[in-house]
């Protein structure tokens, strides 16, 4: 077949045509790309290569009432090495120095770390760890070992920060400065004051910032500015005072300790305002050792016992049932209630004694007969009394998980003709130790019940962004006169009643002991009792100036049960230390002391001096220092010789003398 | 005075190019154009190459760019009637080349990829199989044109046409399965062309994919034997066709982000994002990170020329005096316009990933060299028709041979 040029030039124009559909075909899909699916893609290309970074804000610092630092953010560093990235020579150059640096930091032997770290090189580990949770000195102080001074893209040098909250009083309150911690579902836990105001104070608002993927795993910032500035959080300035902290922490803990309880907790309050200056919750831990297990003082509500006895008299007496000095009959220790039987502690019993004196002794059977007599036919008059002091609501304090108060009444499941004398002495009922100091620190300030507080204000560096001020539950719980009974009854309970150990002649103190059973409902109890051992009252008796609450549970019986016992010393202790840590105050006008006889020497000298001005005195024997300053105040020229005291004057003693006239001194 | 001189200079320069000047022009500005989007792809090779010079990537491409333009210089200097001769000669040596580059066994992990020899004392690596192409499309011309009064018969054809493109083809084909279906295509094409019988080319077709699944075949049997980059192929085709954009094709993801956030304007001169992700940012796909930062305008621009690139070739071979011409412009021509369009398809993902460059847009050497060879080539011939015409009109008059542009 031949060719000619006809032949080929169509042909060309087939293949010519084939080629142009191609290329319209290419214009056709780079439309559809961009404008079909293009929306697409162009989010896709956000979600590539733009990411959203969130800066996290620093969390802001709790404070004790004096500035003291409870709960901080720092920052922590975990060092690793990519020992893929430094180049063979830097590797073998630097490995030894750098693990002779790792060996003196952290006391391992450097052939441990030449191994470990050439093992990574080998196993081509770009990730080996050298030092976690390291702090910031440490930090730059690894940061300038060999090798890893080289930086990330020679020396291999990975930092990763993280930030760590930490408490500086160590495992000290813990439990009430607490956490806001987040799991990996998302649950947020959060216990006391940290807990608390985590979010609308503590926390602050993250930053965010967009950066770019430019390759190689790296982001860079997008603009030179953040999107979203971080806001750190606010400090929050508690009302916990270390010194104070640190008394009732160690003096619990000495308590448990001895009488090897399972748990315990103290509080200690300001009267006056309710700010909360310690509180210290400690429990057993399976080892034996004692450490903030749970927030029992703000969480545990359980029947108080006999500490609740305050409460009942100060109905009776409200009420005028009784007054002090009626005589109550309490007989031989034992008395039957309804088929139930109540017994005094004391073997066969007090005997006939009057109200002030049952309560001193904590007589049962008194107060439940008081109570059965007087309210027996008509409970909610007694129930009424309790609930005006809001002894069955919660106190709502800003730590969470505050426990119910509970406080029945005639046709609750649980009530029975039983319930009213028990609740005499603090059965039947149940409050947490917070709800049971708010009470005695009503009856301390005079009747006026405040709101327990943990939290005094929340500042922004200087600037206060809220300040707390004394909430009053009740104004006056009840009348001057009830008040001023009760408050001799407490007062003489640790003079001569249950709470005479702790009686002290250089401080006063007032309050009420109690000795509950718990568990009582559970078999076997009698082989293996239990009790809760309190103690609640305030200090001094007179003008009190701290409320505080002891509860003990479950100590060993074998060494005690006691409330006096148990509880009663943490009370005494922290109330002696308040006691001797307060200064007393004693001002002194001036140190300067005015002698009269050297005072009228002087003016002699002045005297003397002023009228023989131009009259040379004997210098000899002077130190030469003096004898300058005389001699120049005659208007002599002094011209001096050697040191020390002067030997010879060159004009004689008692010679006139004029000004700008040279003496010689020798000395 | 001075003014008057380089003007003088410069017409003189002018009237030295010969052949068709709007192939010159298109040329000349796609190579101009050519550094934008190189300098743009450098910051990324610089920044992952760790190298902070991206001034080096330019001079380099500058370099690469004077040379060919040197060499198309060069060619089209040559007389074309004596490529039909160097054909013969450079047969032999092509196929010593490709020899020696495979034995050379550079590979890619663990595939084999010998494309490339280095030259020796420059330092410059060379891609053998881009070279033999052109001398073999020159080769097929040559065969063709002669052929062009006979009958042709498939038997007197195997031996001095098939064979030696078979053995060629099966040179490449280990280290580089996309230039050698583009060359077989291309050469399909060129005898078709040259008027070959349909019915032979459609059994020489069978016959090259049948080789195709041998030599799979073998090298799938033989995984150890020999070195192969069989499963890339297979994965690439794989991916092409299941037809879903799944997360493992990730360059032509990131090939149609790139277009997708260029728009009608683009980003903009070196805004492209995706450069920091897309792999061959400055050959392969380059077309993708041309549109991301023109835009459609830029990427218009670029089908544009080459189709002109097409027409005009179209051009010089309908004027080509002689059938060998004609075909030797075809033959080395159409090959440059239909590896644009395989690189602009890859892009746009109307075609499987390959490793195919743009020509003279697309940094790296060989690729430009020989792409400039090839236009030389065809600017010879376009060159001696213009000496014809000269010869008639006997005039200097430059406007009379652009009046006879169509």
Same mark, same amino acid.
């Given at each position: 077949?031949?060719?000619?040029?006809?032949?080929i030039?169509?042909?060309?124009?087939f293949?010519?045509?084939?080629?142009?559909?191609?290329?319209?075909?290419?214009?056709?899909?780079?439309?559809?790309?961009?404008?079909?699916?293009?929306?697409?893609?162009?989010?896709l290309?956000?979600?590539?290569?733009?990411?959203?970074?969130?800066?996290?804000?620093?969390?802001?610092?709790?404070?004790?009432v !004096?500035?003291?630092?409870?709960?901080?953010?720092?920052?922590?560093?975990?060092?690793?090495? +990519?020992?893929?990235?430094?180049?063979?020579?830097?590797?073998?150059?630097?490995?030894?120095?750098?693990?002779?640096?790792?060996?003196?930091?952290?006391?391992?032997?450097s052939?441990?770390y030449?191994?470990e770290?050439?093992?990574?090189?080998?196993?081509?580990?770009?990730?080996?760890?050298?030092?976690?949770?390291?702090?910031?000195?440490?930090?730059i102080?690894?940061?300038d070992?060999?090798? /890893?001074?080289?930086?990330?893209?020679k020396?291999?040098l990975?930092?990763?920060?993280?930030?760590?909250r930490?408490?500086?009083?160590?495992? =000290?309150?813990?439990?009430?400065?607490?956490y806001?911690?987040?799991d990996?579902?998302?649950?947020?836990?959060?216990?006391?004051?940290?807990?608390?105001?985590?979010?609308?104070?503590?926390?602050?608002v993250?930053?965010?910032?967009?950066?770019?993927?430019?390759?190689?795993?790296?982001?860079?910032?997008i603009?030179?500015?953040?999107?979203?500035?971080?806001?750190?959080?606010?400090d929050?300035?508690?009302?916990?005072?270390?010194?104070?902290?640190?008394?009732?922490?160690?003096?619990?803990?000495e308590?448990?300790?001895l009488?090897?309880?399972e748990?315990?907790?103290?509080?200690?309050m300001?009267v006056k305002?309710?700010?909360?200056?310690?509180?210290?919750?400690?429990?057993?831990?399976?080892s034996?050792?004692?450490?903030?297990?749970?927030?029992?003082?703000?969480?545990?509500s359980?029947?108080?016992?006999?500490?609740?006895?305050?409460a009942t008299?100060m109905?009776?007496?409200? +009420?005028?049932?009784v007054?002090?000095?009626?005589?109550?009959?309490?007989g031989?220790?034992?008395? *039957?209630?309804?088929?139930k039987?109540?017994?005094?502690?004391?073997?066969?019993?007090?005997?006939?004694?009057?109200?002030?004196?049952?309560?001193?002794?904590s007589?049962?059977?008194?107060?439940?007969?008081?109570?059965?007599?007087?309210?027996?036919?008509?409970?909610?008059k007694?129930i009424n009394?309790?609930?005006?002091?809001? /002894?069955?609501t919660?106190?709502?304090?800003?730590?969470?998980?505050?426990g119910?108060?509970?406080?029945?009444?005639?046709?609750d499941?649980?009530?029975?003709?039983?319930?009213?004398?028990?609740?005499?002495?603090g059965?039947?009922?149940?409050?947490t #130790?917070?709800?049971?100091?708010?009470?005695?620190?009503?009856?301390?300030?005079?009747g006026?019940?405040?709101?327990?507080?943990?939290?005094?204000?929340?500042?922004?560096? +200087?600037?206060?962004?809220?300040?707390?001020?004394?909430?009053?539950?009740?104004?006056? =719980?009840?009348?001057?006169?009830?008040?001023?009974?009760?408050?001799?009854?407490?007062?003489?309970?640790?003079?001569?009643g249950?709470?005479?150990?702790?009686?002290?002649?250089?401080?006063?103190?007032?309050?009420?002991?109690?000795t509950?059973?718990?568990?009582?409902?559970?078999?076997?109890? !009698?082989?293996?009792?239990?009790?809760?051992?309190?103690?609640?009252?305030?200090?001094?008796?007179?003008?009190?100036?701290?409320?505080?609450?002891?509860?003990i549970? !479950?100590?060993?019986?074998?060494?005690?049960y006691?409330?006096?016992?148990v509880?009663?010393?943490?009370?005494?202790?922290?109330?002696?230390?308040?006691?001797?840590d307060?200064p007393?105050?004693?001002? =002194?006008?001036?140190l300067?002391?005015?002698?009269?006889?050297?005072?009228?020497?002087?003016?002699?000298?002045y005297?003397?001096a002023n009228?023989?001005?131009?009259?040379? #005195?004997?210098?000899?024997?002077?130190?030469?220092?003096?004898?300058?300053?005389?001699c120049?105040?005659?208007g002599?020229?002094?011209?001096?010789?050697?040191?020390?005291?002067v030997?010879?004057?060159?004009?004689?003693?008692?010679q006139?003398?004029?000004?700008?006239q040279?003496?010689?001194?020798?000395? | 005075?001075k003014?008057n001189?380089?003007?003088?200079?410069?017409k003189?320069?002018?009237?030295?190019?010969?052949?068709?000047?709007?192939?010159?022009?298109?040329?000349?500005?796609?190579?101009?154009?050519?550094?934008?989007?190189?300098?743009s792809?450098?910051?990324n090779?610089?920044?992952?190459?760790?190298?902070?010079?991206?001034?080096?990537?330019?001079? !380099?491409?500058?370099?690469?760019?004077?040379?060919?333009?040197s060499?198309?210089?060069?060619?089209?200097?040559?007389p074309?009637r004596?490529?039909?001769?160097?054909s013969?000669?450079?047969?032999?040596?092509?196929?010593?080349?490709?020899?020696?580059?495979?034995?050379?066994?550079?590979?890619?992990?663990?595939?084999n990829?010998?494309?490339?020899?280095?030259? #020796?004392?420059?330092?410059?690596?060379?891609?053998?199989?881009?070279?033999?192409?052109?001398?073999?499309m020159?080769?097929?011309?040559?065969?063709?044109?002669?052929?062009?009064d006979?009958?042709?018969?498939?038997?007197?054809?195997?031996?001095p046409?098939? /064979?030696?493109?078979?053995?060629?083809l099966a040179?490449?084909?280990?280290?580089?399965?996309? *230039?050698?279906?583009?060359l077989?295509?291309?050469?399909a094409m060129?005898?078709f062309?040259?008027?070959?019988?349909i019915?032979?080319?459609?059994?020489?077709?069978?016959?090259?994919?049948? @080789?195709?699944?041998?030599?799979?075949?073998?090298?799938?049997a033989?995984p150890?034997a020999? #070195?192969?980059?069989?499963?890339?192929?297979?994965?690439?085709?794989?991916?092409?066709?299941?037809?879903?954009?799944?997360?493992?094709?990730?360059?032509i993801?990131k090939?149609?982000?790139?277009?997708?956030?260029?728009?009608?304007?683009?980003?903009?001169?070196?805004?492209?994002?995706?450069?920091?992700?897309?792999p061959?940012?400055?050959?392969?796909?380059?077309?993708?990170?041309?549109?991301?930062?023109?835009?459609?305008i830029? @990427?218009?621009?670029?089908i544009i020329?080459?189709?002109?690139?097409?027409?005009? =070739?179209?051009?010089?071979?309908?004027?080509?005096?002689?059938?060998f011409?004609k075909?030797?412009?075809?033959?080395?021509?159409?090959?440059?316009?239909?590896?644009?369009?395989?690189?602009?398809?890859?892009?746009v993902?109307?075609?499987?990933?390959?490793?195919?460059?743009l020509?003279?847009?697309?940094?790296?050497?060989?690729?430009?060299?020989?792409?400039?060879?090839?236009?030389?080539?065809?600017?010879?011939?376009?060159?001696?028709r213009?000496?014809?015409?000269?010869?008639?009109?006997r005039? +200097?008059?430059?406007?009379?041979?652009?009046?006879?542009?169509?």
């Open positions: 077949m031949a060719v000619n040029e006809k032949n030039l169509n042909r060309l124009y293949i010519a045509g084939c080629m142009f559909i191609f290329g319209l075909a290419v214009v056709f899909k780079l439309l559809t790309i961009q404008f079909v699916v293009g929306d697409e893609y162009r989010a290309a956000e979600k590539r290569t733009v990411k959203d970074v969130v800066i996290p804000a620093n969390r802001g610092n709790v404070y004790s !004096k500035g003291n630092l409870l709960a901080t953010s720092i920052p922590k560093y975990d060092i690793r090495i +990519d020992a893929i990235t430094p180049s063979t020579k830097t590797f073998q150059k630097f490995l030894k120095p750098l693990s002779d640096s790792l060996a003196a930091y952290s006391g391992k032997s052939s441990y030449q191994k770290i050439k093992k990574a090189r080998a196993n081509k580990n770009r990730y080996y760890l050298l030092a976690r949770d390291i702090g910031y000195s440490d930090y102080r690894l940061r070992f060999p090798m /890893l001074n080289l930086g990330a893209y020396g291999g990975i930092v990763e920060q993280t930030t760590k930490e408490h500086p009083m160590g495992g =000290i309150s813990m439990r009430t400065i607490g806001e911690r987040e990996d579902d998302g649950n947020i836990t959060r216990a006391g004051i940290d807990g608390a105001f985590g979010e609308l104070y503590l926390r602050g993250d930053g965010h910032r967009l950066k770019q993927n430019i390759g190689k795993g790296q982001w860079k910032p603009v030179d500015y953040n999107q979203v500035e971080p806001k750190d959080g606010y929050v300035y508690t009302t916990i005072d270390v010194n104070v902290q640190d008394i009732a922490h160690h003096a619990l803990l308590q448990l300790e009488y090897d309880a748990h315990g907790c103290v509080v200690v300001e305002t309710g700010e909360i200056r310690a509180i210290s919750n400690l429990a057993k831990s399976p034996g050792t004692y450490y903030e297990k749970r927030n029992y003082a703000v969480w545990e359980h029947e108080p016992g006999s500490t609740f006895k305050l008299y109905a009776a007496l409200e +009420d005028k049932v007054d002090t000095s009626t005589v109550i009959d309490t031989n220790g034992v008395k *039957t209630f309804y088929g039987r109540v017994r005094d502690s004391r073997h066969g019993g007090y005997g006939k004694i009057s109200v002030g004196r049952a309560f001193e002794v007589s049962n059977i008194a107060i439940a007969s008081i109570l059965d007599d007087a309210y027996a036919k008509n409970p909610m007694f009394r309790l609930k005006q002091w809001g /002894l069955n919660k106190l709502d304090v800003s730590i969470i998980g505050e119910d108060p509970v406080i029945y009444e005639p046709g499941k649980d009530w029975s003709r039983n319930a009213l004398p028990s609740m005499a002495y059965y039947n009922l149940r409050l #130790p917070l709800q049971m100091l708010t009470f005695y620190n009503a009856v301390a300030n005079d006026e019940m405040v709101k327990p507080r943990f939290i005094k204000q929340v500042k922004e560096l +200087d600037k206060e962004i809220k300040v707390f001020e004394k909430e009053v539950r009740r104004e006056k =719980i009840c009348s001057d006169a009830t008040l001023g009974a009760v408050q001799a009854m407490l007062k003489n309970t640790v003079e001569k249950t709470g005479r150990k702790l009686y002290s002649k250089y401080f006063s103190m007032a309050g009420k002991t109690g509950a059973q718990t568990e009582y409902w559970m078999k076997g109890w !009698k082989e293996n009792p239990r009790y809760v051992s309190s103690f609640a009252g305030y200090f001094p008796a007179e003008n009190p100036k701290y409320s505080c609450i002891v509860v549970h !479950k100590p060993s019986t074998k060494k005690g006691y409330g006096a016992d509880s009663g010393p943490v009370f005494k202790k922290i109330a002696r230390k308040i006691f001797t307060t007393i105050i004693d001002e =002194i006008e001036s300067e002391v005015n002698n009269a006889s050297v005072e009228e020497e002087f003016q002699d000298y005297k003397i009228t023989y001005k131009t009259i040379m #005195p004997n210098v000899v024997g002077l130190p030469a220092m003096d004898a300058i300053a005389l120049e105040n005659l002599l020229k002094v011209k001096i010789e050697g040191v020390g005291v030997t010879s004057q060159s004009i004689p003693k008692g006139k003398v004029k000004k700008n040279t003496i010689v001194l020798a000395v | 005075m003014e001189t380089s003007n003088i200079n410069l003189r320069f002018f009237s030295n190019l010969k052949g068709d000047r709007l192939i010159w022009a298109i040329a000349a500005l796609l190579a101009i154009f050519s550094f934008l989007p190189v300098y792809a450098a910051s090779l610089a920044y992952v190459g760790g190298n902070t010079n991206t001034f080096s990537f330019l001079v !380099k491409h500058f370099m690469h760019l004077f040379l060919g333009f060499l198309m210089y060069l060619m089209h200097k040559v074309y004596y490529f039909r001769g160097l013969m000669v450079m047969m032999p040596l092509a196929f010593v080349l490709l020899v020696v580059t495979i034995m050379q066994g550079t590979t890619i992990e663990g595939a990829a010998s494309r490339w020899i280095r030259i #020796p004392f420059v330092g410059m690596s060379f891609q053998t199989s881009t070279f033999a192409s052109v001398v073999l020159v080769y097929v011309a040559r065969y063709m044109s002669k052929m062009k006979k009958v042709i018969s498939f038997k007197e054809s195997i031996l046409l098939w /064979l030696p493109v078979f053995l060629l040179l490449i084909l280990p280290s580089n399965f996309s *230039t050698t279906a583009i077989f295509v291309m050469v060129l005898v062309l040259g008027g070959y019988p019915r032979y080319l459609i059994a020489m077709l069978g016959l090259g994919v049948v @080789g195709l699944v041998m030599f799979v075949l073998v090298a799938k033989f150890d020999m #070195p192969n980059r069989v499963d890339t192929w297979m994965s690439r085709v794989e991916n092409f066709s299941n037809g879903e954009d799944t997360e493992a094709d990730y360059q993801e090939a149609k982000i790139a277009i997708a956030s260029g728009g009608i304007k683009g980003l903009g001169p070196g805004k492209s994002m995706q450069k920091n992700f897309l061959q940012s400055s050959s392969d796909f380059i077309f993708a990170i041309i549109v991301e930062e023109y835009g459609l830029g @990427g218009f621009f670029l020329m080459y189709m002109w690139l097409l027409f005009r =070739i179209v051009i010089v071979a309908q004027k080509a005096d002689t059938i011409g075909l030797l412009v075809l033959g080395v021509g159409l090959p440059i316009v239909f590896q644009a369009m395989i690189n602009m398809a890859v892009a993902e109307l075609f499987p990933v390959t490793g195919q460059t020509p003279l847009i697309s940094s790296g050497g060989t690729s430009i060299w020989m792409t400039c060879l090839a236009i030389g080539i065809i600017l010879s011939v376009s060159a001696k213009e000496e014809i015409k000269e010869q008639e009109v005039e +200097d008059n430059p406007l009379e041979i652009l009046s006879e542009a169509i």
